[in-house]
T-cell receptor, first 115, second 113 residues
Framework: GAGVSQTPSNKVTEKGKYVELRCDPI?????LYWYRQSLGQGPEFLIY????????DSGLPNDRFFAVRPEGSVSTLKIQRTERGDSAVYLC?????????????FGSGTRLTVV | KQEVTQIPAALSVPEGENLVLNCSFT??????LQWFRQDPGKGLTSLLL?????REQTSGRLNASLDKSSGRSTLYIAASQPGDSATYLC????????????FGKGTKLTVNP
């Protein structure tokens, strides 16, 4: 597609439930990134994929968070046993190659609300 | 640990004014610095990327400078327009050329017609 697509755009879930957030990067982009943005804050790094593998998952806050990219394109961020503190906008970005020299294209994000 | 600070947090100016947004970072061993724009409810749009070997980059009415030794960058916007209203974020790698970007909280710019 022309840009990075994230679905759903909004998700409301009850505390304790499981959610999946999807990111469809630009075709051919090998690098994919997940960030989380709370109100009034800058994005906070979660995980970076190069191809199918998670090259850096140091930003995942705990073991309730997991992300996959099985075929090197679409990625899914999975959150188990959601908590109210997980409420945020989850942003996905992709890049042709790592390093930022070709720029990053961000999606519009998924706004997750845990009630 | 890399930390990024942006000043001011918010800025309101009349149309046509030239303005400067500031960004400072604590670890100067970076490969590059980027400026992004974020519109309400939207993702980020990449504006300018400055490599560590460069001192500035220009794109249209935007000019970004980088002083690695002092840990500072500025984004200069010339002849501001209402369409420039948005939040501007700067980001640097957490260390060296890391893919993990550390963002500031942003400067919310309002340009009044």
């Amino acid at each position: 597609g022309a840009g990075v697509s994230q679905t759903p755009s909004n998700k409301v879930t009850e505390k304790g439930k499981y959610v999946e957030l999807r990111c469809d990067p630009i075709s051919g982009h090998t690098a994919l990134y997940w960030y989380r943005q709370s109100l009034g804050q800058g994005p906070e790094f979660l995980i970076y994929f190069q191809g199918t593998g998670a090259a850096d998952d140091s930003g995942l806050p705990n073991d309730r968070f997991f992300a996959v990219r099985p075929e090197g394109s679409v990625s899914t961020l999975k959150i188990q046993r959601t908590e109210r503190g997980d409420s945020a906008v989850y942003l996905c970005a992709s890049s042709l190659v790592p390093g930022g020299n070709y720029g990053y294209t961000f999606g519009s994000g998924t706004r997750l609300t845990v009630v | 640990k890399q930390e990024v600070t942006q000043i001011p947090a918010a800025l309101s100016v009349p149309e046509g004014e030239n303005l400067v947004l500031n960004c400072s970072f604590t670890d100067s061993a970076i490969y590059n610095l980027q400026w992004f724009r974020q519109d309400p409810g939207k993702g980020l749009t990449s504006l300018l990327l400055i490599q560590s070997s460069q001192r500035e980059q220009t794109s249209g009415r935007l000019n970004a400078s980088l002083d690695k030794s002092s840990g500072r960058s500025t984004l200069y916007i010339a002849a501001s327009q209402p369409g420039d209203s948005a939040t501007y974020l700067c980001a640097v790698p957490s260390q060296g050329g890391s893919e993990k970007l550390v963002f500031g909280k942003g400067t919310k710019l309002t340009v009044n017609p």
